[in-house]
């Protein structure tokens, strides 16, 4: 069990499950700031953790403050929130449901485009909040660690309590449509908009006839009208508003299928009272229009008329009546249009300009009945609403928000990509998975510097490098609330005890003061984690984590304080990330960023994380599940030989080229017999119950 080597007092069951049995003391703890996750802190018996036999790391001793991993940040919106879903509508994230269809992004050739996705978990939490006012009049309501896609790069709401992250300021453009001031709630069953619905619906598309057929017998009068559509959502609607005016109509087939065209259905009544009806008052165009006439009549002529394709949103009629009454409408919601030149068959079209955001505004204000009309899939992701943030200020108190997790890592909310959360629900074991649990539970060795200067002490102890983040990140967000590096620094370096620290954090430049007083006592080596360099795939695969160019900004911070840094070019993902172009792209900007070294190695899937990252295969790039299969087949970790020494000869030119030291995990298979033959400690030298807690 990975829970060797801590002591458990008067445990309380629900603390932690699967600790029923077990003697000890497990304290849970929940905070507004880390609303989502779970710290479990735990009094530890040892700090210093001895690195097992067969590893092929060059070192002996590790240091792991934190189990699992806070970096996966819990962020949080207004349950009210629109969220865009996949039929083109926008329903408020509190009433989505896990299952359901909606509408993210994905990166696709050059453009990130709107694409179908599910939802995949959903929660609530009270935290306190932030709005966020846009030019076009868009307001967000989000918790401070929510993030949004901007031209920048994603970034959160507010700054971190402790340390540094990318967040909002007022210089940035969020991407996405918006929906400027709140659109009004569907008017569908208030009556006028049901009048300009039937009014729009029936001019555009309906028959009304009156005829009169003589005979011998006797003069027959007939009175028809008839809608005859392929989209039943349209006719459906139509039916229901004639029947709340006391017309009941009948259906039946009125065209079969054929190869060219849509079966069609049609709805019909002969009652001359009821065709008279709709003919003098239910598609009246009243002198004086209300709002909701104005859209009811734009969703019923559009329902009927309208057509959106190839990103063009046309209303089509030959009635001046019709067209001047469309142009009116869309004018009063302020909806920019164009009346384009008539046809040969006297058709003109009524074209709404603007780009998505005025096409997203008329499907919001209007609300059409036929779905296939509204869908943006496919759409790149350019807008030319006018998204600058205007505005960010906190909310007083705590108040109820929602977050979801989806197929893609984000969804359209009020407009705008966000990012969703990805905190997976607790575990239920005590034995943690790579996955769920290790997002949201954090176990946190609080004692463990008064444990780690005891350890020190000993006259056993030989002094040797010992490393920080080789399990989990030291300077992940949970060190903002327990501020454990310091005294751990502080201690070894009193000691006179080398360190290493890997972190994927920028909170370690909170330590940098105290990081160059430690190291004019002992050497101390800093390198800094960045595997991705593309957006969009470290958001995927690291969610919660420090923007790259942060990280990159904090290798230069390191830098500038006089520190070699080095970075973990680590892992490599075949055919994701091991292109000449992504390998140089990267390296340039560690050059830029004053990286001393990098040190790279392709993916390895330790048998916890292999199905978490197949799982994320099958959902990101199932093209590429095959071949993956065949790279770690069955219970393999690691990528083959050949495959190792194809990328040595990729990489090693391309690092020479950036003015770089290079390191790779082969280099480290050299290395290992001969530092474990100098930093070999003797049997009486490993303090008490300590135990590896090694990733690799």
Known sequence: MRWQGQTIDDADPSALPGLENRNGIVQSVTTPEFSGMTFHEVLAKSALNAVPGPSRMPFNWTINPYRGCSHACVYCLDPSTLVLCADGRQRQIGGLRVGEEIIGT????????YVRTRVEAKWTTRKSAYRITLADGTELVASGDHRFLTDRGWKHVA????GQRPHLTLNNRLLGFGVGSPPAADGAEHEDYRLGYLSGMIRGDGMIFHGVYPSKERVRHVHRFRLALK????????RAYLSSEGIPTITRAFAPESETRAPMVAIHTAKKADVDLIETRLTAIPFMQSR?????FLSGIFDA???????VLRISNSHPILLNTTMSALSTFGIPCVLEPARANGVRSVRVTGGLPARMKFFAVVSPAITRKLSIEGTAVKSVADLRIVSIEPLPGTRTLVDITTGTGDFVANGVISHNCFARGTHQYLDLDAGHDFDSQIVVKTNIVEVLRRELRRGSWQHE???LGTNTDPYQRAEGRYRLMPGIIQALAESGTPMSILTKGTLVRRDIPLLMEAAKRVPIDIQMSIAMYDDALQHSIEPGTPTTQARLDTVRALTDAGFRVGVFLMPVLPHITDSVGAIDEALSRIADAGADHAVYGALHLRAGVKPWFFEWLQRERPDLVASYRGLYPGAAAEAPKGYRQWLAKRMRPLIRTHGLHTQSEEDHDRMRGIMRERMRPTPASAPPAAKAEMLF
């Open 292 to 296: 909701e006439w104005q859209r009811g």
């Open 106 to 113: 994905q990166r696709q050739g050059r453009y990130r485009r």
């Open 305 to 311: 008329e309208g057509s959106c394709s190839r990103g």
């Open 231 to 238: 989209d039943e959502e349209a006719l459906d609607r139509t």
């Open 159 to 162: 700054d971190a309590h402790e």
């Open 465 to 467: 490098t010992v490393a």
